[in-house]
């Protein structure tokens, strides 16, 4: 069984810096994209940033220039690296891995259990 461990978030200061990680555990042969999303109170779930297994990103334009996201492919992990942020960024910021190939074929749509990021003087 596939599952998705995060860690980091927090409380930052407007203009700090944050990391958050995410570790799939399961026997994986690969996983297509990992990515990061996050939803507000009151708000939609919006996608943050994505990576594929060959390394193209994408980005929300409201993060481009602040967030950056990485991964590790033989380690079955991704980051994303926060800077500059603000209080817009507040949310709940959630790990999301598609396409997660095992020995019993592949599934779709895995999700983390969820990180609070809170930007506030």
């Known amino acids: 069984q596939v599952q998705l461990v995060e860690s980091g978030g927090g409380l930052v200061q407007p203009g700090g810096s944050l990391r958050l990680s995410c570790a799939a555990s399961?026997?994986?042969?690969?996983?297509?994209?990992m990515g990061w999303y996050r939803q507000a109170p009151g708000k939609q779930r919006d996608l943050v940033a994505v990576?594929?297994?060959?390394?193209?990103?994408n980005y929300l334009d409201s993060v481009k220039g602040r967030f950056t996201i990485s991964r590790d492919n033989a380690r079955n992990t991704v980051s994303l690296q926060m800077n500059l942020l603000q209080p817009d960024d507040t949310a709940v910021y959630y790990c999301?891995?598609?396409?997660?190939?095992?020995?019993?074929?592949?599934?779709?749509?895995?999700w983390g259990q969820g990180a609070q990021v809170t930007v506030s003087s």
């Open positions: 999301n891995a598609d396409q997660v190939c095992t020995i019993r074929g592949c599934t779709y749509d895995h």
């Open positions: 399961g026997r994986i042969f690969s996983i297509n994209r």
């Open positions: 990576v594929t297994s060959g390394g193209t990103t």
